[in-house]
């Protein structure tokens, strides 16, 4: 069966800080994808990034890069200079192809708290 | 972008009364809809797939008799639930996929709505 983890439950940091978001997948399949999310305290959910399994290759979007490492089974998420506003919980999900095609086996989420 | 309306987005109801929450796609069609649970603090659960035009799918553990979920158009699916109850105070949200977004099923982001937050007292 799958399962994410996301060992991180809650980090604070103070403002500027550069900080990483671990997530650790598990499945038999050699085709996936992989998903985060960011949950802020109003509760909608927001889509971040989807990466396949076949695309190791690091992604940087502004403050935001993902880290990708098939060998390993992880898929970190990085902020760099954070700012208060990105204070929420990110969530890591992992999509396999079966099924209705969408169903996400999610992390527990990661609290983010970001401090002036 | 693909955007998912889910209404009503907070609700108070007496224990053994019914609520039902609406999930619209406002500008794509979407088969299947999916419904989450998340309790405070806790991640998302998979309750059940909703599939239009036929049964819902639902999870292990899910009473179906308890959260009826109706899939009558390509842009709505409803979730009911049934003589609520205080332990079914809870967090729910639905989530659809742009068939548009992605090569693949699999590849698509869900969108999800704003969540519906369920007190039962």
């Known amino acids: 069966a799958q399962k994410v983890t996301q060992a991180q439950t809650e980090i604070s940091v103070v403002e500027k800080e550069d900080v990483t978001l671990d997530c650790v997948y598990e499945?038999?399949?050699?085709?996936?994808?992989l998903f985060w999310y960011k949950q802020p305290p109003s509760g909608e959910l927001v889509f971040l990034i989807r990466?396949?399994?076949?695309?190791?290759q690091n992604e940087i979007s502004g403050r935001y890069s993902w880290n990708f490492q098939k060998s390993t089974s992880s898929f970190n998420f990085t902020i760099t200079a954070s700012q208060v506003v990105d204070s929420a919980v990110y969530f890591c999900a992992l999509s396999l192809l079966r099924g209705a095609g969408n169903m996400l086996t999610f992390g527990g989420g990661t609290r983010l708290m970001v401090k002036p | 972008g693909a955007v998912v309306s889910q209404h009503p987005s907070r609700v108070i109801c007496k224990s053994g009364t019914s609520v039902k929450i609406e999930c619209r796609s406002l500008?794509?069609?979407?088969?299947?809809m999916f419904w989450y649970r998340q309790f405070p603090k806790q991640s998302l659960m998979l309750m059940a797939t909703s599939n239009e035009g036929s049964k819902a799918t639902y999870e292990q553990g899910v009473e179906k008799d308890k959260f009826l979920i109706n899939h009558a158009s390509l842009t709505l699916s409803t979730l009911t639930v049934t003589s609520a109850h205080p332990e079914d105070s809870s967090f729910y949200i639905c989530?659809?996929?742009?068939?548009?977004?992605?090569?693949?099923?699999?590849?698509?982001?869900?969108?999800f709505g704003n969540g519906t937050r369920l007190t039962v007292t």
């Open positions: 989530s659809a996929r742009d068939p548009q977004q992605g090569t693949t099923p699999y590849n698509s982001p869900l969108h």
């Open positions: 499945t038999r399949d050699t085709t996936y994808y």
């Open positions: 990466r396949n399994s076949f695309d190791e």
């Open positions: 500008d794509f069609q979407a088969t299947t």
